[in-house]
């Protein structure tokens, strides 16, 4: 069973830091990129950052780029988001998310499955 499950979001001052988890129980995305979206109240679902199926490709969104930090555990079958110097907009629910086609990218129609989502708010 294709599963992708988050963990670590949570409530946050301006400034602070969070680490967002995300769990592929079933190994399905270990050949593939993994990356991490992002939905605020009221807008579209959009791109943070993605990582290969190797770790040794990453891309980041302009808005999170020398914040954020993605990485990768193969032997746990784990992606991480290190997120630092937290703003209020990057108040959203965020999703992980596996490609079904490709070891170096990832996009939403490609994409295979989506986690649950975890909330992350940051309060001014």
């Known amino acids: 069973q294709v599963q992708l499950v988050e963990s670590g979001g949570g409530l946050v001052q301006a400034g602070g830091s969070l680490r967002l988890s995300c769990a592929d129980s079933?190994?399905?995305?270990?050949?593939?990129?993994m990356g991490w979206y992002r939905q605020a109240h009221g807008k579209g679902r959009e791109f943070v950052a993605l990582?290969?199926?190797?770790?040794?490709?990453?891309v980041y969104a302009d808005a999170v780029k020398d914040r954020f930090t993605i990485s990768r555990d193969k032997a746990q079958s784990m992606i991480y988001l290190q997120m630092n110097s937290l703003k209020p907009e990057d108040t959203a629910v965020y999703y992980c998310?596996?490609?079904?086609?490709?070891?170096?990218?990832?996009?939403?129609?490609?994409?295979?499955?989506w986690g649950q989502g975890t909330q992350v708010t940051v309060s001014s």
């Open positions: 998310a596996g490609d079904r086609q490709s070891g170096v990218a990832i996009s939403p129609v490609t994409v295979g499955a």
């Open positions: 079933g190994r399905t995305f270990e050949s593939y990129a």
């Open positions: 990582i290969s199926w190797d770790g040794a490709h990453i």
